[in-house]
């Protein structure tokens, strides 16, 4: 068994090493101030390698200053171009950053392109010391794969095999796959068919974990968890992200914590014997709210997701006090919707923002749950963007994607009925937009 080490400049990631915590700017690259110092804080807060959207050439001369400004200061954390619909883009980036992420759903237009330039990307790579990630999203996969495979967790495998194997055909392995969806069994069930391939060839490649498009808040947190954890739990995975829609720094901490309680591997086993003599009570003593949510959520999120139990009792004591049985109701009904099990609110795809948004998204996004959250069966998309938004955000009933400069759209599934409304009267379009269909036609939708 092949087990590969992927650099990242001067971060190894896989073969059973340490969980590598990475996150990604949200300031537009270009902005170079903002991004130098929002790269500084992040990396203080410890994150270990920090992406930032490349959507063109301005933005990888950008991230080359960036990088250079760092470097000067002394900070060596690894930069990484994301880079969708421009393989040229991803061609100049490669020069620039220590790694390079492509989506292979919109890497070029058509396959044969697709070889070609991921080709010249591989001997650029390989001239310059720089990575690939291969970036699966469940929202994005390319028509050839759908057609072939569905929208499904097996399509997603296929993709990255595909990809994996033109890698190899370029004699190029410093490849680091993902496979990212919203909901929790999607994305776990694509790593583990990609993890399971692996083994068959006996060449295993580094894993980047991530529920993509996780909300925020305790939701956010607690999905998160889930999905990544009925991963590490099985030693799935090498890198995490903790995707929010708030600042980038509140994911460090998080990803923090699931990172190190998977460092303590006897923990989730003890968890596990407890629950195979069929003892379901959970008791925690943390310090921080967070601390509590996130662990009890990696203790017993993968087994609600496995459906290996079908329900449980939490009592907590935060910083010495006794939580109250509101909280822990609550808590236990975002852990349930998180596995998937339960679902007692709308269901929230929301992106964490990047360099390409436009607009307050966190705080456009607590509205739509304020004014939506009667909505409950329904799967409700706010998306920081028109460029990868519609695409990413998967099987949503709804959607709020922001166009920028004050201007909404407004998607029924993948349709867009209303484009450029003001952004002061976008929410009440979204509702009077799922009002009307509840009246006129379909019985509302059913997660599942
Ligand atoms: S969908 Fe959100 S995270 Fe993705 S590119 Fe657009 S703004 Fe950035």
């Known amino acids: 068994m092949k087990k590969l080490t992927v650099n990242v400049g001067n971060v190894s990631i896989g073969n059973g090493g340490k969980i590598v915590v990475q996150t990604m700017c949200n300031t537009p690259t270009a902005d ?28 990888v001369s950008a991230l080359k200053v960036i990088k250079e400004m760092l470097r000067d200061k002394g900070i060596l954390t690894p930069l990484v171009a994301d880079v969708h619909f421009s393989y040229e883009v991803a061609h100049e980036a490669a020069k620039v950053a220590d790694k390079v992420r ?59 095999m595909e990809w994996i194997k033109m890698a190899e055909n370029n004699n190029f392995d410093r490849i680091i796959i993902s496979l990212k969806a919203s909901n929790t069994i999607i994305m776990t069930k694509a790593y583990s068919l990609l993890h399971d391939e692996m083994l068959k060839n006996r060449v295993i490649y580094p894993l980047h974990l991530g529920v993509t498009e996780a909300g925020n808040g305790d939701e956010g947190r607690i999905k998160s968890a889930v999905g990544l954890s009925a991963l590490l739990s099985k030693g799935i995975g090498d890198t995490i992200r903790v995707s929010l829609t708030e600042s980038p720094l509140n994911e460090i901490p998080a990803a923090d914590l699931i990172a190190k309680f998977f460092e303590k591997p006897g923990r989730y086993y003890t968890v596990l014997e407890k629950i195979q003599s069929g ?22 999120g993968p087994h609600l997701l496995e459906k290996s139990i079908d329900d449980f009792s939490v009592s907590a004591f935060v910083a010495g006090q006794a939580i109250s049985n509101h909280l822990i109701d609550n808590f236990k009904d975002n852990l349930m919707q998180a596995a998937r099990r339960r679902f007692s609110k709308p269901e929230y795809i929301a992106c964490p923002g990047c360099g390409r948004t436009l607009f307050n998204l966190e705080s456009v996004f607590n509205e739509v749950k304020r004014r939506t ?66 009246r006129n036609i379909v019985s509302p939708p059913q997660n599942g």
């Open 279 to 300: 003892n379901l009570n959970f008791s925690y003593n943390t310090e921080t709210w967070d601390e509590f949510i996130l662990e009890a959520a990696c203790e017993i």
């Open 373 to 438: 959250s009667h909505l409950k069966g329904y799967n409700i998309a706010v998306m920081g963007c028109i460029v990868n938004g519609p695409g990413e955000m998967a099987d949503a009933d709804y959607g709020y994607v922001g166009e920028g400069r004050g201007k909404v759209s407004i998607y029924r599934g993948k349709t867009p009925v209303f484009r450029s409304v003001p952004e002061s009267e976008a929410i009440d379009i979204l509702l009077k937009l799922i009002d009307s269909d509840a």
């Open 32 to 59: 170079i101030e903002a991004s130098f110092r929002q790269c500084v804080e992040l990396s203080n807060a410890g994150a270990q390698i920090i992406r930032l959207t490349t959507q063109g050439l301005k933005e």
């Open 102 to 160: 492509i989506n292979p759903g919109n890497f070029a237009k058509d396959h044969d392109i697709a070889i070609r330039e991921f080709a010249r990307l591989t001997d650029i790579c390989k001239e310059h010391s720089t990575s690939i990630r291969i970036g699966v999203n469940h929202g994005s996969l390319g028509d050839r794969i759908v057609e072939k495979y569905g929208n499904t967790p097996a399509g997603m495998k296929e993709a990255a």
